[in-house]
């Protein structure tokens, strides 16, 4: 095989020039690859660049500090390499272009049939398989940490539990070996940016803090799935606020007894909306102490902008939705449709109506 031009000119140079230190790499370099040649010869080179053994895409984690031999012998395993021989080609290869020292640890997902270029070209561009986590709205923070506990390839400790209401429900991108900690302050600072913005949206009647603004947009979180409703709700708690009226919002009542977990198994009964708590808008006026969850952006953009509207009640209709009413009269009416399609289902509720 006929050795490229640039070979010849590096030991001509080396030789003409005294060897300086520059050139004398290149000159090592060019007997390397005589070397190599001799050993392996053409048909190394071509292997280099052929398709790989592999018959499935291969996701292999890289640890960090793993040398190019022990890469090469992970690989093989795995079955990206064939063997022995292929082993020696692509440390070689990969020492011959220079870029030993730039190969990078993390998790790869490598194409079928991969060659042993294609492994080198994704490992020096970092081209690391990035995982996400969604985080939905309505979470108690409980829930979210028990979340980034679970999942795959995060690194590292958590602190305390955060408080509910400072993490913000979304999809976070991570890499294998991010620490958990990290994920979790992104999603704290996620949430501030997020009010940050909305805040300088806000209208007339808003809350006139963060704090009451996250924890009103956390029982509005809870009180309904549907993103159009979110304002209305809103508008009527916040008429409640303004007028003296009690919350009356099952969600709160939830979140004590379930000692914040945000999770309850039955039907609240009369006994739970007895229940002696700060967290009880049935026996307390005001806003409870603490926001119940972590709200996503719809339910604090309700908050901060609510629809307009003089309504004072609402209750589900059986859809899915709510039908609100302005007055006591309505809302009983419609309390009474709501406890008949309950009956039909042989649901056992708690029933009374409380103006």
Excluded at 187 to 196: D, H, I, L, Q
Excluded at 224 to 243: D, G, K, Q, S
Aim: glycine residues 10%; charged residues 20%; positive net charge.
């Amino acid at each position: 095989m006929m050795l490229p031009v640039s070979v010849f000119r590096s030991i001509v140079n080396g030789l003409k020039y005294g060897l300086s230190t520059p050139l004398r790499r290149r000159l090592v370099l060019t007997i390397a690859i005589l070397l190599v040649l001799g050993a392996v010869g053409v048909e190394g080179y071509r292997q280099f660049f052929r398709p790989g053994p592999s018959t499935s895409t291969t996701t292999i984690v890289v640890p960090r500090g793993l040398g190019i031999n022990r890469i090469a012998e992970l690989f093989a395993d795995r079955g990206l390499l064939r063997g022995v021989v292929d082993r020696a080609v692509f440390v070689v290869g990969v020492k011959l272009s220079g870029n030993a020292g730039k190969l990078m640890a993390g998790e790869y997902e490598f194409p079928i049939a991969a060659s042993m270029r294609t492994i080198m070209t994704l490992m020096i561009n970092g081209e690391t398989v990035v995982h996400s986590l969604t985080i939905a709205e309505g979470l108690t923070s409980a829930q979210v940490v028990a979340e980034i506990q679970q999942a795959e390839g995060l690194d590292g400790p958590l602190p305390v539990k955060p408080e509910d209401g400072t993490l913000l429900p979304e999809t976070y991108h991570y890499l294998w070996g991010d620490k958990r900690q990290e994920v979790l302050a992104r999603m704290r600072g996620k949430m501030t940016e997020a009010v940050e913005a909305l805040w300088k949206e806000r209208s007339a009647g808003a809350p006139d803090d963060w704090h009451k603004t996250i924890v009103l947009a956390s029982i509005v979180e809870k009180e309904t799935a549907l993103a159009t409703e979110r304002p209305h709700i809103a508008a009527v708690f916040l008429n409640r606020l303004r007028l003296g009226m009690k919350l009356q919002s099952d969600p709160t009542v939830i979140y004590f007894l379930s000692n914040g977990s945000g999770v309850f198994g039955r039907p609240l009964s009369k006994v739970d909306l007895a229940a002696v708590s700060p967290y009880n808008t049935y026996l307390n006026a005001g806003l409870p102490p603490t926001p119940i969850c972590n709200p996503g952006r719809a339910s604090i953009a309700a908050v901060l902008s609510p629809a307009s509207s003089d309504d004072l009640y609402f209750v589900a209709d059986g859809t899915g939705g709510h039908v609100f009413a302005k007055s006591i009269k309505d809302h009983n009416r419609n309390v009474t449709k709501w406890r008949q399609v309950e009956k039909n289902r042989g649901v056992v509720t708690h029933g009374e109506v409380v103006p």
